[in-house]
C-alpha cells in the first residue's frame, strides 16, 4: 500500500485529505498538535482497512519539525505522498500583530514546507515514484489589507513552480493548491457570498486529479481558475519568450538525470 504524509490532518481540509486518501486505500502519517483531533480522524481511516500512524507535533517548534523530518527521511518506511497542509492565518494588521504569532505563521507555512519537502525528496526521487501537496491560497494572488499570511502563500506558490520544473523525468510530482475559501469550518460563511465557497472535499478531488495529470497548479472552482488564468498570462508568455531565446531558468539546471545521481551520491 502507498503511504501518505499529511499534516494539519486533525480538522479541516487536512482530514477531508486523509479521509479521501483512506479510501483510496493509502496508509497515513496524520500529524498535527491536537492529539484527540488526529484520533478521531485516524480511527475514521482506519475503518477504510488502511494502517494510520500519529505524529502529534509542532510545526512552528524546532523539535516538533525535526521528528516530520526524520519520519520522511527514513528509507525503511517510505512516504510515496506529502500534502503539507498545516497553515496558520493571523489575525489582524501587520503593524500591531504580535511578533511571535508573525514568525510562527513563516515557521508553519513557509520553513515547514521547505524543510518537509526537502527531507521527503531524495527518496522519492531514488524511488522514482512519488508526489509533493503543497497547500497555498488564492490569497497568494490577491492579497488584501492584512500581515504576513498572503505573503507565506506567494511563497508556497513561487516554491512550488521552482522545484517542481527541477523534477522533470524524476517520476515525482508536485503541485500548489491554490484554493479560495472553503467551508472547512475555520470561517464563519457570510450571507450571500456563497458561490465563492467551496466544498473541501470537491477541492481534495480535484486538486488529486491534476496531481495524478502531471499538473503543477491546482485551482478548483472555475471563478477562482478564471481569474487565476488571467493571472498567469503574462508569466507563461515571459516563461515562453525566455526559453525562445534560450535564457530559461531550465537551461541552466542540470538534466533531471544527473540530480538524481547526486542525490544518490549525497545520501
Ligand atoms: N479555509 C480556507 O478558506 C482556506 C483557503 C485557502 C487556503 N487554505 C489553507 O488550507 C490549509 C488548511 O486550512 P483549514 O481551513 O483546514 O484550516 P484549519 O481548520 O485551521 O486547520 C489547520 C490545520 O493545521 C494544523 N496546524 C496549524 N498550526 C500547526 C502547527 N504549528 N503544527 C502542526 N500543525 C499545525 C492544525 O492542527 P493543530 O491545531 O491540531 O496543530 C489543523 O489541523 C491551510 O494551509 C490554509 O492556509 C484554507
Redesign the pocket.
Same mark, same amino acid.
Given at each position: 500500500m502507498p503511504t501518505a504524509l499529511v499534516?494539519?490532518?486533525?480538522? =479541516? %481540509?487536512?482530514?477531508v485529505f486523509a479521509a479521501r486518501l483512506a479510501r483510496d486505500g493509502h496508509d497515513l502519517v496524520l500529524? &498535527?498538535?491536537?492529539r484527540m =483531533? %488526529?484520533e478521531r480522524v485516524s480511527a475514521s481511516a482506519r475503518r477504510c482497512g488502511v494502517a494510520v500512524e500519529v505524529v502529534v &507535533?509542532?510545526?512552528?517548534?524546532e523539535r516538533?519539525l525535526a521528528a516530520v523530518q526524520h519520519r520522511l527521511a527514513d528509507r525503511s518506511r517510505p512516504v510515496d505522498l506529502l500534502v503539507n497542509?498545516?497553515?496558520?492565518?493571523g489575525e489582524g494588521q501587520f503593524a500591531v500583530a504580535d511578533m511571535w504569532d508573525l514568525q510562527?505563521e513563516i515557521?508553519?507555512?513557509v520553513t515547514?514546507v521547505m524543510r518537509l519537502t526537502r527531507a521527503a525528496l531524495p527518496g522519492m526521487i531514488e524511488r522514482g515514484r512519488g508526489g509533493v501537496v503543497n497547500?497555498?491560497?488564492?490569497?497568494g494572488y490577491l492579497a488584501g489589507p492584512g500581515n504576513a499570511?498572503a505573503a507565506t502563500?506567494a511563497w508556497v506558490l513561487t516554491f512550488t513552480d521552482t522545484v517542481s520544473a527541477s523534477l522533470a523525468g524524476t517520476g515525482v510530482g508536485m503541485i500548489a493548491l491554490c484554493?479560495?475559501?472553503?467551508r472547512?469550518?475555520?470561517?464563519p460563511v457570510p450571507e450571500g457570498a456563497s458561490a465563492m465557497w467551496l466544498e473541501?472535499e470537491a477541492v481534495v478531488d480535484e486538486c488529486l486529479a491534476d496531481l495524478a495529470r502531471g499538473r503543477t497548479l491546482s485551482v478548483p472552482g472555475w471563478r477562482y481558475r478564471a481569474v487565476v488564468d488571467m493571472l498567469e498570462l503574462p508569466r507563461r508568455t515571459l516563461r515562453t519568450l525566455a526559453k525562445l531565446a534560450g535564457r530559461g531558468r531550465q537551461q541552466q539546471q542540470p538534466p533531471a538525470e544527473a540530480a538524481t545521481v547526486r542525490l544518490r551520491a549525497a545520501a
Amino acid at each position: 500500500m502507498p503511504t501518505a504524509l499529511v499534516t494539519g490532518a486533525s480538522r =479541516g %481540509l487536512g482530514a477531508v485529505f486523509a479521509a479521501r486518501l483512506a479510501r483510496d486505500g493509502h496508509d497515513l502519517v496524520l500529524v &498535527a498538535r491536537d492529539r484527540m =483531533g %488526529l484520533e478521531r480522524v485516524s480511527a475514521s481511516a482506519r475503518r477504510c482497512g488502511v494502517a494510520v500512524e500519529v505524529v502529534v &507535533a509542532d510545526l512552528s517548534d524546532e523539535r516538533g519539525l525535526a521528528a516530520v523530518q526524520h519520519r520522511l527521511a527514513d528509507r525503511s518506511r517510505p512516504v510515496d505522498l506529502l500534502v503539507n497542509n498545516a497553515g496558520v492565518e493571523g489575525e489582524g494588521q501587520f503593524a500591531v500583530a504580535d511578533m511571535w504569532d508573525l514568525q510562527a505563521e513563516i515557521d508553519t507555512n513557509v520553513t515547514a514546507v521547505m524543510r518537509l519537502t526537502r527531507a521527503a525528496l531524495p527518496g522519492m526521487i531514488e524511488r522514482g515514484r512519488g508526489g509533493v501537496v503543497n497547500v497555498a491560497s488564492f490569497a497568494g494572488y490577491l492579497a488584501g489589507p492584512g500581515n504576513a499570511y498572503a505573503a507565506t502563500k506567494a511563497w508556497v506558490l513561487t516554491f512550488t513552480d521552482t522545484v517542481s520544473a527541477s523534477l522533470a523525468g524524476t517520476g515525482v510530482g508536485m503541485i500548489a493548491l491554490c484554493a479560495g475559501r472553503m467551508r472547512t469550518g475555520k470561517h464563519p460563511v457570510p450571507e450571500g457570498a456563497s458561490a465563492m465557497w467551496l466544498e473541501p472535499e470537491a477541492v481534495v478531488d480535484e486538486c488529486l486529479a491534476d496531481l495524478a495529470r502531471g499538473r503543477t497548479l491546482s485551482v478548483p472552482g472555475w471563478r477562482y481558475r478564471a481569474v487565476v488564468d488571467m493571472l498567469e498570462l503574462p508569466r507563461r508568455t515571459l516563461r515562453t519568450l525566455a526559453k525562445l531565446a534560450g535564457r530559461g531558468r531550465q537551461q541552466q539546471q542540470p538534466p533531471a538525470e544527473a540530480a538524481t545521481v547526486r542525490l544518490r551520491a549525497a545520501a
